[in-house]
C-alpha cells in the first residue's frame, strides 16, 4: 500500500534556528514526490517537485532533497513568516492523477 | 491569471439535506481533483477528472457522493444526505496536463459542517 508518513508532527523554533522536516514514504514506482506549503483556512500553496533520489531544489530559505524512501525540507535560517503547515506527498507509478499526502508538519517560528 | 476559485468559501447545513460544492479550475488546465481535510487527517483523495476520459472515482467514501465536470471546465461535488462526518474541508485542484509528475495547484477550499 502506498503511504507517507512527515516527522516531526510539529516542530518549533527560533527564528535563525536551522532545521530539517522529514517525509518517509513507500510507494510502488514513484512518479513525483511534492511538498506543499499550507496557511491556516487555505489551501496547499506548491512549493517542489521531486522526480528521482539525489535530486534537489531550492527556493529562497527552502531545499528539498530526495533518496529512494525519504525526503527531507531543509528550512535554513527561518524567519517568522516561514510558519506553516508543510505537507508532502507522492504520486504512483499505478496512477496518473491522485496524491497520497502525509498528514504534515505545523512549523511555528518565533522571533 | 486567476487560481482555481471554490464557492462558497463556507457552507452549514443540517443533516440529512443534500449540498453542492463548485470548483474553477485554472483556465486552460485539463486535469481537475477533488481532495478532503479533515480535522486531525491529511488530505484524502475523492476524484479525479482527466479530460475527456471517465473520472477516477476510487476515493468516494460512499455513494452518497459524486461529481461531474461540465464541458471540461466547472466541477460541481454533490453530497447527498449529509452526515456529520462529511464535516471537512474539500479542497479542488488542477492542473494543466494530468500526468504523473505535474503539480497540482489547489484552490482556497469549501469548509463545510454538518449540524
Known amino acids: 500500500e502506498d503511504q507517507v508518513t512527515q516527522s516531526p508532527e510539529a516542530l518549533r523554533l527560533q527564528e535563525g534556528e536551522s532545521s530539517s522536516l522529514n517525509c518517509s514514504y513507500t510507494v510502488s514506482g514513484l512518479r513525483g514526490l511534492f511538498w506543499y506549503r499550507q496557511d491556516p483556512g487555505k489551501g496547499p500553496e506548491f512549493l517542489f517537485t521531486l522526480y528521482s533520489a539525489g535530486e534537489e531544489k531550492e527556493k529562497e530559505r527552502l531545499k528539498a532533497t530526495l533518496t529512494k524512501k525519504e525526503s527531507f525540507l531543509h528550512i535554513t535560517a527561518p524567519k517568522p513568516e516561514d510558519s506553516a503547515t508543510y505537507l508532502c506527498a507522492v504520486q504512483a507509478a499505478s496512477n496518473t492523477g491522485k496524491l497520497i499526502f502525509g498528514q504534515g508538519t505545523t512549523l511555528q517560528v518565533k522571533p | 491569471g486567476a487560481g482555481v476559485s471554490q464557492s462558497p468559501s463556507n457552507k452549514v447545513t443540517e443533516k440529512g439535506k443534500d449540498v453542492e460544492l463548485r470548483c474553477d479550475p485554472i483556465?486552460?488546465?485539463?486535469?481537475l481533483y477533488w481532495y478532503r481535510q479533515s480535522l486531525g487527517q491529511g488530505l484524502e483523495f475523492l476524484i479525479y477528472f482527466q479530460g475527456n476520459s471517465a473520472p477516477d472515482k476510487s476515493g468516494l467514501p460512499s455513494d452518497r457522493f459524486s461529481a461531474e465536470r461540465t464541458g471540461g471546465s466547472v466541477s460541481t461535488l454533490t453530497i447527498q444526505r449529509t452526515q456529520q462526518e462529511d464535516s471537512a474541508v474539500y479542497l479542488c485542484a488542477s492542473s494543466l496536463v494530468p500526468l504523473a509528475g505535474v503539480e497540482q495547484f489547489f484552490g482556497p477550499g469549501t469548509r463545510l459542517t454538518v449540524l
Open positions: 483556465s486552460g488546465h485539463t486535469a
